[in-house]
């Protein structure tokens, strides 16, 4: 009873088994399980020749070398069953049972979206900013009338990106430890580029412009002197108070023909210029003459000494001038009246002789 329910369901399973294989799989599996059969038909196969050359007896020796020399050949004929699965088993099949349409499933229901939100304000920018630098640099005019270089650039004119920093190496004519990013206070700047293919005498500009408000801070223009290739450089030093901070822009042109773009960024407030006080002089006074009570009248001079020179700071750069004090004239002596003469005396009035008398 037992037996006969164990071979019902080993049927079914085989039943189940082969209703749910297709070709394909099918093919796929008989190569697999013949390239199984050929690696355990030549392991056992080397293994009996190997185990019979080790036998005494010839008999059993030749026939266990036998056999191990049958599982290889038969692991040489499973190994071309095993082609033959591989190349042209599942086309042959296909050729006696063609395979059946697959019913593709095809959805049934199309969500479709009903409402569509259209927006019905529409904003439009009101502001437009405009650049102060234009994209494609262009020479100023006032440059354009100030050249004096009178050979053609080169076409083939080349020039490598712009590297900056406040120092520069005078020998090689090259910016120290370059980077984009600056702090104030900065003296001055360098940009230092390679070139190649330049012309002696060919007019070349190279404009410094903030690029906030887009002002020139500086610039030049001149006939190359360089030789045709190497290291070259342009610097800007401007009043300290120009270095704003913000982004600066390079240009440089050769000709009219604008070459070479480089930018920076230059961080924190400028320095600014401090008044050194200036020590105003004071004036030394005059000596003074003051008269004296003396009956002579003689005047007597008398000295002020001079004050010690004191500096004092002044914001004010002219030097101011104290008025001198004026010489007061000595006071004249006053003349001594003069003496007045004293009455002279009168004379007694002498006897008068009487007429006719004699004199004694």
């Given at each position: ?252 042109f050769v000709g009219e023909v604008w070459y070479l773009t480089g930018r920076f960024t230059i961080a924190g407030d400028p320095a600014t210029p401090t008044l050194t006080p200036v020590p105003s002089r004071t004036p030394t006074p005059t000596s003074t003459i003051t008269p004296t009570n003396q009956p002579t009248g003689t ?62």
């Amino acid at each position: 009873m037992k037996g006969g329910r164990h071979a019902i369901i080993s049927q079914i399973m085989i039943d189940t088994f082969v209703k749910n294989l297709d070709i394909r799989t099918f093919v796929q599996t008989a190569f697999y399980l013949s390239i199984l059969g050929v690696v355990l038909g030549l392991f056992l196969g080397i293994r009996n020749i190997k185990s019979g050359q080790k036998l005494m007896y010839f008999q059993k020796k030749r026939a266990m070398v036998l056999r191990g020399w049958r599982m290889i050949l038969a692991a040489v004929f499973l190994l071309g069953g095993a082609i033959f699965l591989n190349q042209y088993a599942e086309p042959v099949a296909y050729r006696i049972f063609p395979p059946s349409l697959t019913p593709s499933l095809t959805p049934t229901i199309t969500l479709t979206p009903t409402i569509t939100l259209t927006p019905t304000i529409t904003l439009t920018p009101t502001i437009t900013e405009t650049p102060s630098v234009s994209p494609t640099p262009v020479l100023p005019d006032d440059i354009l009338a100030g050249f004096t270089g009178l050979i053609t650039p080169a076409p083939d004119a080349a020039f490598s990106p712009l590297l900056f920093s406040p120092q520069l190496d005078e020998e090689t004519n090259q910016a120290v430890d370059p980077t984009d990013t600056f702090t104030n206070p900065i003296p001055g700047m360098y940009g230092s580029f390679s070139y190649n293919n330049m012309l002696d005498g060919v007019q070349w500009s190279a404009l410094w412009y903030r690029v906030g408000d887009g002002e020139l801070i500086c610039y030049e223009s001149a006939p190359w002197a360089g030789s045709t290739g190497g290291y070259g450089y342009t610097d800007c030093f401007p009043i300290s108070t120009a270095w704003q901070p913000g982004e600066y822009e390079v240009q440089i042109f050769v000709g009219e023909v604008w070459y070479l773009t480089g930018r920076f960024t230059i961080a924190g407030d400028p320095a600014t210029p401090t008044l050194t006080p200036v020590p105003s002089r004071t004036p030394t006074p005059t000596s003074t003459i003051t008269p004296t009570n003396q009956p002579t009248g003689t005047p007597t001079i008398s000295l002020t000494p001079a004050p010690t020179r004191t500096v004092t700071p002044s914001l004010t750069k002219t030097i101011t001038r104290t008025p001198t004090p004026s010489r007061t004239p000595p006071p004249t002596s006053t003349m001594r009246p003069s003496r007045t003469p004293r009455a002279t005396d009168t004379r007694w009035p002498s006897p008068t002789k009487p007429a006719g008398t004699s004199a004694p």
